[in-house]
């Protein structure tokens, strides 16, 4: 497998059975369902019982984390019934990797038998009307770097994961969607839900006014750097995807706005709301396998 920084797909087929082939030797986990964790967000895998951890930098082909509050570590375990994979740690295209890197798990996590995938991500919140610390069930993406030609599936299609022009109408299960209200509002979590679009920017700088301004404009209700390739690699090959957005930061939409966002906040804020959210991610993955596509 290539390094840092190619343009296009850069993992063969081979790279992806031998990652897998690897992983399955060395866990008898058979996870249905994959939780990749956003920023400061790797304490939901604290919820699994019968845990077994590999650090990414053990595991062959996998990208290694570079950013903090990503731990970089690859935990399995159980979450009652259900066999489950946590991703502590996410790869971006700001780190310098390609899409290919970014996205690679996800195709592990399909040959693995993964069925579901939960998104979590850290976002700053472009509506208005939102409050930091409430929890985005995303309901639609824009997926800004692919229009400008940074796409996951650019190249070569493989057809053995999917289709060459995938539909991304519903890219976020509705019943996963619907569960997830539901699981949330029991909870208690119901004051601080909401419901809206993520958009991904390449990052690694938070938005400019003009351009949250411009975001607005587009029908974005959150941003980040991430979650959009994953989400579409997942789809393309089948797989069914909940996103869970934490909303760690208001982006400035006026120019006499004051306060500065930076990551440090990102990260404390996903340390407040880790334990809310973790008893979420829990409880949904403990009623999805009753719950079909
Ligand atoms: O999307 P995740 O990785 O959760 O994190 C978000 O928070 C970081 C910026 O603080 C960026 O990585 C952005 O994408």
Redesign the pocket.
Known sequence: MQTKGSPSCCCSFEDYNLTTEWLLNHTSQRPKVAVIC??GLGLLADGAANKQTFRYQDIPNFPVST?AGHEGCLVFGTIEDTSCVFMQG?F?LYEGYSLCQVTFPVRIFKLMGVETVLVT??SGAICPDYKVGDIMIIKDHINLPGFAGQHPLFGPNDERFGTRFPCMSDAYSKDLRRLAGQVCSELGCSGFLREGVYCMVS?PNFETIAEARMLQVLGCDSV????VPEVTVAKHCGLRVLGLSLITNMVSLDYSREEKVN?DE?LQIGKMRAEVLQRVVTELISRCSINTH
């Open positions: 956003g920023s950013v996410h971006h991500n850290a990052g980040g750097m991430s979650t990551h990102v």
